[in-house]
């Protein structure tokens, strides 16, 4: 019978295993000759390594993919870089544009920083950032041109500046309050606090017409600077070859089917053994890990491609829409996995075990090998956006085969039954589940060829694709932005005053650098501000300084000169930006970096001796220290509940609690007979789980003070159990549907529910995630004293409501069924049914199990 393994959990197979060291490329592993046969003729292996990227023939071939595609956007990025540079550079006599246009169009309009900032890895998420961050300066230099026109420039009075100060106030705030974009934030703030400074300085003001538009007016220029900067960086990934989201989709579509069948087949041949194979079992949880990593990928690829959708509809449209339904299958292929996977491990191997998987083994093979076939056709498919006449009949003789092998697994699967003489023991139930999960996995490579040949037929649509979760454009007061908008609010204003009057000499008056740039580094939390200023600081110093000093070594008026600042604009993007794209973790120094060296480089050359500017250094380092004591000090204050700013680890407590009463309405909702449907699956819990987890180990970071250490471990625990638990959960309400997406539960699934005895483990499921909400107080304790959890009659779980497992497995196995229609499946089997069910309650309650031994521990 299946046993609660107290040596292993879930968590060893989706990425916690020490023993395991998957790579990002894990489906490159020596499969024996047997399985590599199954796979070449399944058609995922050909003889040849192929792959889409243009920049691999540039090294070595077997060179990782993810980093060829990087270097060659940063190859594009530093000829753009350096053509852009030059032609600042260069002298006027020879130059292509005007002494005007040169200066005050490309450097003080930030077009470099501007395209360092915007560029990203795809063409649709660099169009969203672009057309994001020219709306902001777009909102910023209209509403300079309102203030001008409500205040004359000749205004100078005490009352005039005080009512400037306000509409600073005004605007500002609205900015970080409304539900903008955070790149329309950073460029709206930025520009307008720069244009204030300047309407505030009566210098400048003085010389400056703000009612005339030219060509060569400084809001014109400003708002061409960022069009060019950002349209620069939109080009940059369309040329020489699209980088578009929808490809990356593809291609990790088709890697995660192909580790889908491979870990098939290492599923089947474990169980197929007489004993336990640890080497297959190690394969296995490498490829576990490996797809619960590109799942994600895939779905935010698939959103990431919305604007390449918006921009050519016709072409895009049908691709994305594929990509979606194969993803949908893949998420329920790999939670299917991970329950047959836990079959595994739990697998005793008893004498009755050979017996049974001797009569279905070679139909569990075929099985695998028609499924295979039928997803390497279906995600071509996906791939072209279309199905030709050749594919179509390809695709329909496929259906053919996979249709009968599933019968057949069902055929082998009742002889194999009715020759065991313990074909009522609880020790065949995980035979039972492997069998029942192989039949639902053909079940869903049929059901996803069968709704594209119906979609390219024009029989019936596919579901479109789900939108981002967004809100209207209004006044957003939830707790964490809140926070969010009154720390920055802080931050920005306080810049504002120090620029406006100024210090002694390092720091002029009328100065809106500080401020600038405290809104282009706009922090969501509070938690890393240290570690985050500190990355911001090394970013813009070390790119002003380097930037300075290569122009001070090479920025002569003279050819040879050109050729080396040409070289070093391009060797300097080329290096910072593929270390910005391939190292997420050090990704904001590597952009600062690039768009600050190349804004000091890209200045045109003089033969004269050149003073290092340290402004720019100035302006950075006292923004910096402003915002990093405005977080200190509100860290540092125990503000009473009703004004608290929130924390971000105050925030990591309310997300976990959120989604914990989430996951525990599911579950019930679930196993409870009498309510009939089940929930469509989307990805709000996935991202609820990872807002939680950015929340936490921002939390990790923060500064506690006089509080207790943030309980790092036990979080993250609790978020793994949690995300175990969500795909145990999604693995029944597949079964309960019988694989229809939202659907009403099987008749046969709403029989086994209302046994007493599955009524008793329902309860004691419940009742545990109940009670183990309550133990998330736990997090909330700033001090170092014990809760008594362990005493307290709430957290006391109760084993008296637990029925014996031999007694539900007996009673489940001797219930009367109803017989298998003609055609049915295993998907139909009553017993089938119940035994998964099972199997995922005990699991279920394992889990719970080992949460609360860990709460109590950490106490």
Not at 534 to 540: C, E, H, S
Not at 638 to 645: C, S
């Amino acid at each position: 019978m299946p046993t609660m393994n107290k040596g292993g959990s879930q968590r060893d197979f989706i990425g916690l295993d020490n023993r395991s060291n998957p790579s990002e490329d894990s489906s490159s592993e020596m499969l024996s000759s047997e399985e590599e046969m199954l796979m070449k003729s399944s058609g995922w292996m050909t003889d040849e390594k192929q792959s889409d990227d243009r920049f691999v023939w540039l090294f070595h071939q077997d060179i990782n993919p993810r980093y060829a595609r990087n270097l060659g956007l940063a190859l594009r990025c530093g000829v753009v870089t350096a053509i852009v540079v030059l032609c600042a550079v260069v002298r006027e006599d020879i130059s292509i544009f005007g002494y005007s246009l040169r200066v005050d169009f490309l450097v003080p309009g930030n077009t470099l920083l501007l395209f360092a900032l915007t560029i990203k890895p795809h063409f649709g998420q660099t169009l969203e950032c672009a057309r994001s961050g020219v709306f902001g300066r777009f909102l910023a230099i209209l509403t300079s041109r309102i203030m001008l026109r409500v205040f004359p420039t000749e205004s100078k009075s005490t009352a005039g500046v005080a009512a400037m100060f306000v509409l600073i106030n005004v605007f500002v705030l609205l900015m970080l309050f409304l539900d903008f974009n955070m790149n329309t934030r950073k460029f709206a703030v930025a520009s307008f606090v720069g244009h204030s400074m300047k309407f505030l300085n009566p210098e400048v003001s003085a010389v400056v017409n703000p009612y005339r538009l030219t060509p060569t007016s400084p809001m014109v220029l400003e708002l061409l600077g960022a069009v060019l900067g950002c349209g620069l960086a939109v080009l940059t990934t369309l040329f020489p070859r699209p980088l578009l989201s929808l490809n990356l989709a593809g291609s990790t579509a088709t890697a995660l089917a192909k580790q889908l069948d491979e870990t098939w087949c290492f599923c089947i041949k474990f169980m197929s053994g007489c004993e336990p194979d640890l080497d297959t079992g190690d394969r296995i949880l490498k490829k576990l890990h490996a797809m619960s990593k590109q799942l994600p990928a895939l779905q935010q690829a698939i959103e990431n491609s919305a604007m390449e959708v918006a921009v050519l509809p016709r072409r895009f449209g049908v691709k994305r829409l594929m990509l979606q339904r194969l993803a949908v299958m893949l998420r329920e292929g790999y939670d299917r996995l991970f329950s047959v996977w836990n079959i595994c491990r739990h697998e005793k191997f008893e004498k009755s075990h050979a017996g049974f998987m001797e009569g279905v083994q070679d139909e569990l093979f075929r099985v695998v090998r028609v499924s295979s076939q039928l997803m390497s056709l279906t995600v071509s498919a996906a791939l072209d956006g279309r199905i030709s006449h050749q594919e179509r009949d390809a695709l329909q003789a496929c259906l053919d085969d996979a249709i009968a092998a599933q019968k057949a697994l069902t055929d082998a699967f009742e002889r194999a039954k009715a020759a065991n003489p313990k074909r009522a023991s609880p020790e065949l139930i995980e035979e039972r589940c492997l069998c029942f999960h192989s039949c639902a996995s053909v079940r869903m490579a049929i059901s996803v060829a069968e709704d594209f040949l119906q979609h390219c037929a024009g029989e019936r649509r596919l579901d479109p694709v789900p939108p981002k979760p967004c809100t209207p454009l209004g006044i957003n007061l939830s707790p964490g932005h809140l926070s969010f908008a009154i720390r920055n609010f802080a931050t920005i204003m306080l810049g504002v005053v120090i620029g406006y009057y100024g210090f002694h000499k390092s720091l002029p008056r009328y100065n809106p650098g500080i401020a600038a740039t405290s809104a282009l580094l706009l922090s969501t939390f509070t938690g890393s501000a240290i570690s985050n200023s500190l990355m911001r600081l090394q970013g813009v110093v070390l790119g002003n300084i380097f930037g300075q000093l290569m122009y001070a070594m090479f920025a002569s008026c003279h050819i040879v000169s050109y050729f080396l600042v040409g070289s070093a604009a391009f060797f300097w993007s080329v290096e910072t930006l593929r270390v910005s794209f391939h190292v997420p973790q050090v990704a904001t120094v590597a952009i600062l970096l690039n768009g600050f060296g190349m804004t000091e480089l890209g200045k045109q050359c003089t033969e004269r001796w050149v003073e290092p500017s340290m402004v720019q250094i100035i302006n950075t380092c006292v923004a910096i220290v402003v915002g990093l004591g405005v977080d200190l000090v509100v860290n540092a204050l125990p503000l009473p509940d009703g004004v608290r700013v929130d924390r971000a680890s105050t925030q990591a407590v309310r997300s976990l609690k959120v989604v914990w009463t989430s996951f525990g309405a599911s579950v019930a909702s679930a196993l409870n007979p009498d309510e009939l449907e089940t929930r469509k699956h989307s990805m709000r819990f996935a991202l609820a789980l990872a807002n939680a987890e950015q929340l936490g180990q921002e939390a990790s970071q923060e500064l506690r003070y006089y509080r207790a250490p943030w309980k790092t471990n036990l979080f993250q625990n609790v978020l793994t159990v949690l995300t175990s638990m969500w795909m145990c959960l999604s693995t029944l309400e597949h079964t309960a549907s019988g694989g229809v997406e939202g659907g009403n539960k099987l008749p046969g699934y709403v029989r086994i529910m209302r046994l007493p005895l599955f009524r008793q483990l329902r309860e004691e499921i419940v009742q545990k995630m109940d009670d183990i909400g309550k133990m998330f107080d736990m997090f909330s304790n700033e001090h170092e004293r014990a809760l008594g959890m362990a005493d307290s009659p709430s957290h006391k779980l109760s084993k008296s409501k637990r029925p014996d497992l031999d007694v539900v497995m007996k009673e489940l196995l001797e219930m009367p069924g109803v017989p298998l229609p003609a055609g049915a499946t295993l998907e139909s089997d009553e017993h089938s049914i119940g035994c998964v069910l099972l199997e995922g309650c005990m699991q279920l309650l394992k889990e719970l199990d080992d949460l609360r031994r860990s709460f109590l521990q950490e106490e």
